[in-house]
């Protein structure tokens, strides 16, 4: 987080946002080439937090240890993100292969009981907004007096009648490292991952691409994803 390459805060109000982090968590880390990465640690996992009823938009990064191992921590974390945290949207899981092979029937236990409308593991839940033929939107359940993440979803194009949620799988490793580990290798390295140095000069392209569709740019948009 405090090597990671400078990237500005685009999102509107963001710097208010961070401002309110540390007001808040005076005893935060800044962290980053200019100190705006905001690092909040210590955190008592059974007591109710700004950090988890903010949507902050900025770089603000709250981490909350839970005391437990193994399938007692599969358990206690799903509980947590499903009582302590506010909204319903998605939820990223990152877990070590091994760890998913040894849990087994616990860990898809765990993914079941997540009540969240996108569920990435080891992936980005972006990668569920962007697919079309997914489902993006809150879990169901929410009313209109506790709406929190919205009722209904969009996208869907499958046109599946009532679904409950999306699950989206990725590599735990970019390749070569993914296929070692018995995952499917994912190349080039996804755009998400922070040490991908062209992410956004191959999103622009991309999207210029979307635009004004040419096969002539196809090259220089995989020569850019493969130098990522």
Known sequence: MNRAP?????????????????????????????????????????????LLDTEYFAPVLGVVEIPHTGEQF???????????????LGVNLIAHPSTIRQLGPAFDAAVENLRYGTIAINAWTGLGYLTASATWGAFPGHTIDDVQSGIGVVHNGLLIDRPERTLVHGPFRPAPRSALSGQFPLSPKPPWFVTNKTAATTGKQLTEFASKPRWSKLPTIFASAMRG
């Not at 208010?16 to 200019?34: F, H, K, Q, T």
């Not at 599969?74 to 319903?88: D, I, L, P």
């Open 6 to 50: 400078q990237r500005r805060a685009y999102y509107p109000g963001s710097d208010d946002r961070i401002r309110s982090a540390l007001d808040c968590y005076p005893d935060a880390e800044r962290l980053g080439p200019r100190g705006q990465r905001i690092l909040i640690t210590g955190l008592n996992y059974a007591q109710p937090q700004p």
């Open 74 to 88: 599969a358990r206690a974390a799903v509980q947590f993100v499903n009582t302590m945290c506010s909204g319903t």
